[in-house]
């Protein structure tokens, strides 16, 4: 019932606060509807570092994306991920391939994004992208998780809106595991976020209100086809702040919450990512082609 009213109130915030217009969203877990534009190249790296309960080891996992425009409605990501595990070893935990298609090419009130990405992982994943079907174990030591590998398709359905200053998201996630004889595993995320100004103050200043976002992300396990719920599912609640530093470069941070005792009692994430614009043309040029 809490989760119930909390989610209540986020809503209502969204209508009584006075759209994220074009502001890059500052989530971690949540996807919203905007894409890379067409030729631009994103690169970006974040860590999720996990604060265990006892008997548990911390852990700080840092990964590598590039995300491309492909087209108007069409975006695409390349991901590369690592683990270290404290008193344990670093290993090399996979990578990932995905793509996001916007199916309508309007701005609606709720606009829909089609998810489908590829996952080459081993079992000492832990950059936590998403959180689907049941809680993890942290106990095993890295030379076991990493002999475990898996092929995983993941598909998700991302709905967003913006209303007035505010960007609200929905995603729910479906994820298979074409390694083993296993059902499908659920999750979901739920994110909210607005930039502190939307005038800019014209000062040429990168501590202006308008260069920060701050929001809230809810996001967490759903089991699976063989038991579908909350049971030994690990949930976050999160805060989320973003800095825009420059024209091209961003800042991320959210301090996460576990909110059931399968979850990490506390996940940081750190984020930063460079834009690089134009990227296909001066790629073209480089070798040249025509831009």
């Known amino acids: ?13 969204c209508f009584l ?15 919203d509807h905007q894409l890379e534009e ?12 996990g604060v265990p309960r006892a008997g548990e080891k911390f852990y700080f996992a840092p990964y590598v994306e590039f995300e491309y425009g492909v ?35 309007r701005e609606h009130w709720i606009n829909p994004v089609l998810y489908l990405e590829y996952e080459s992982l081993n079992e000492g994943s832990r ?24 092929h995983e398709l993941e598909t ?32 979901y995320a739920l994110g909210l976020y607005r930039p502190l100004a939307t005038l800019a103050s014209g000062a040429n200043c990168r501590f202006c209100r308008e260069n920060f976002s701050v929001g809230m992300e809810l996001y967490g396990g759903l089991g699976s086809t063989n038991a579908f719920g909350f049971h030994q ?13 420059s024209d091209n470069a961003s800042l991320r941070f959210s301090p996460a919450i576990g909110l059931t005792h399968d979850s990490n009692p506390v996940l940081l994430r750190f984020g930063y990512s460079y834009e690089v614009h134009g990227f296909s043309s001066k790629l073209a040029r480089l070798f040249g082609g025509k831009p």
Not at 1 to 13: E, K
Not at 17 to 31: I, K, L, N, R, S
Not at 38 to 49: D, H, Q, V
């Open 1 to 13: 019932m809490r989760l119930v009213h909390f989610l209540s109130f986020l809503v209502l915030l």
């Open 17 to 31: 606060m006075p759209a994220a217009d074009g502001e890059e969203a500052p989530y971690f877990v949540t996807y």
């Open 38 to 49: 067409p030729g631009n190249l994103e690169i970006a790296t974040s860590t999720t570092m």
């Open 71 to 105: 087209a108007g409605r069409w975006t695409s990501e390349l991901y590369l991920e690592g683990q270290s595990t404290w008193n344990d070893s670093t290993i090399f935990t996979g990578w990932r391939l995905e793509n996001r298609f916007r199916p309508l090419k």
């Open 127 to 150: 950059i936590q992208k998403e959180i689907v079907g049941n809680a993890p174990a942290l106990r095993e030591p890295n030379s076991e998780l990493r002999q475990t590998h898996a």
């Open 156 to 187: 998700k359905l991302i709905l967003s809106s913006n209303i007035h200053d505010w960007n609200i998201a929905e995603n729910f996630i479906v994820e298979k595991n074409l390694s083993a004889e296993e059902g499908f595993e659920f999750g």
């Open 233 to 245: 599912t690990a949930h976050y609640l999160a805060p989320v702040v973003s800095w825009q530093i």
